[in-house]
């Protein structure tokens, strides 16, 4: 069974940072494309940012281009999301996801971590 | 403001056919495939429709999909209760390089 598990959400400052983790287990991370899908109180989803599986290619939605970086520790089967320069708008809760490639369907959810960005 | 355009809200009484619409451009919708997801209240999105009408494994075969140039729709025949919940299309956008999401249509079981 695949398990998608967000960690590292909580309460921060403008202009704070943070770092999301997903630690996978049932899938390789490093054989599959992951993202991270965020959703704001009362709001739709938004698609932060994806790496493709084997070849590490990054992407990011515009609106967090420059501030966060996506990564992942294969040793450790884990995705991680650096958020610097955060903003009020980027409060949300931020889902891990996973799909065998970034232009195909998502095939598994994590239950989400819920970041706060206010003073 | 959505790349992919969704009503806010739909509604069908029980044992009726809704659909919900998505609409997109020649970058998204055009060119890729599209697919929907699920969200309940308080619960991660869950898909149901991939590769434009591909029904995904355990989910009710009252859920399909269907695409037509740059627009997509999902259709629920024989609505229950236990469908209210949120319904998001998405797709890979070739001019953006990001996978776009319609805003979500929230579907109310009268």
């Known amino acids: 069974e695949v398990q998608l598990l967000e960690s590292g959400g909580g309460l921060v400052q403008p202009g704070g940072s943070l770092r999301l983790s997903c630690a996978a287990s049932g899938l390789t991370i490093n054989n599959y494309a992951m993202s991270w899908v965020r959703q704001a109180p009362g709001k739709g989803l938004e698609w932060v940012s994806g790496?493709?599986?084997?070849?590490?290619?990054?992407y990011y939605a515009d609106s967090v281009k420059g501030r966060f970086t996506i990564s992942r520790d294969t040793s450790k089967n884990t995705l991680y999301l650096q958020m610097n320069s955060l903003r009020a708008d980027d409060t949300a809760t931020y889902y891990c996801?996973?799909?065998?490639?970034?232009?195909?369907?998502?095939?598994?959810w994590g239950q989400g971590t819920l970041v706060t960005v206010s003073s | 403001q959505s790349v992919l355009t969704q009503p806010p809200s739909v509604s069908g009484a029980p044992r009726q056919r809704v659909s919900i619409s998505c609409s997109g451009s020649s970058s998204n919708i055009g060119n890729n495939a599209v697919n929907w997801y699920q969200q309940l209240p308080g619960k991660a999105p869950k898909l149901l429709i991939y590769?434009?009408?591909q029904v995904a494994s355990g989910v009710s075969d009252r859920f399909s999909g269907s695409k037509s140039g740059t627009s997509a729709s999902l259709a629920i025949s024989g609505l229950q209760s236990e469908d209210e919940a949120d319904y998001y299309c998405?797709?890979?956008?070739?001019?953006?390089?990001?996978?776009?999401f319609g805003g979500g249509t929230k579907l109310t079981v009268l």
């Open positions: 996801a996973s799909a065998l490639a970034l232009a195909g369907k998502i095939d598994y």
């Open positions: 998405a797709a890979w956008d070739d001019r953006l390089n990001v996978q776009v």
């Open positions: 790496i493709s599986g084997g070849d590490d290619s990054t």
């Open positions: 590769y434009d009408e």
